[in-house]
């Protein structure tokens, strides 16, 4: 039995050439592969991106981030404190803003908006007992109505719109 396998390199100087490729195609390959790498341009990298003001902006604490708060609409109650005017929400902005969610539609057993008789008993504790528990919360209501960034008075406005508008009389804190 004799083995005749014929191999495709059949001179020489082929065999030269296929040692020389063999070493040659992965080093252009890899060089290549470097220069594409090596001059694409990187996102934020650019000149901007390096300027201490840039890279100031991008270290700056989140807690130096100021907010501004929204103007208040025309007709709004303000009062003025000693740094200037703030503006306090009316009684029915606070309640389309916090109040009406629950209150609007009876949720999780709210007396709704104009409810004479759910609000009956409620009005009867007084304006201080209905104030107090609107600002600390009471059962099934979140101080506040789920806005602590609600200043007291603005409260003690939404409980005196809606007891009012459920067969209350209670006048409507001005501002301290």
């Not at 030269?16 to 990298?45: E, H, Q, R």
């Not at 000693?82 to 009406?100: F, I, M, S």
């Not at 999780?108 to 004479?116: H, I, L, N, R």
Request: hydrophobic residues 45%.
């Amino acid at each position: 039995m004799s083995d005749h396998s014929e191999s495709p390199i059949k001179t020489p100087n082929q065999l030269i050439a296929v040692i020389v490729a063999s070493f040659l195609i992965p080093i252009v390959t890899i060089l290549l592969l470097v220069n594409f790498v090596g001059n694409t341009s990187k996102l934020g990298a650019d000149e901007m991106s390096q300027s201490p003001e840039a890279i100031a902006e991008r270290i700056r604490p989140v807690a130096d981030v100021s907010f501004t708060m929204p103007e208040a609409p025309e007709g709004a109650a303000t009062a003025v404190a000693a740094a200037g005017a703030v503006a306090l929400k009316t009684g029915e902005q606070v309640y389309n803003a916090a109040c009406a969610a629950c209150h609007g539609a009876g949720v999780a057993g709210a007396p709704k908006k104009g409810d004479g008789g759910a609000w009956g008993a409620r009005i009867a504790q007084g304006y201080d007992t209905l104030v107090s528990h609107a600002i600390k919360g009471i059962r099934g209501m979140p101080a506040k109505g789920g806005n602590a960034s609600l200043d007291d008075v603005e409260v003690a406005r939404a409980v005196v719109y809606l007891a009012n508008a459920s067969g209350a009389k209670f006048k409507e804190p001005a501002a301290k």
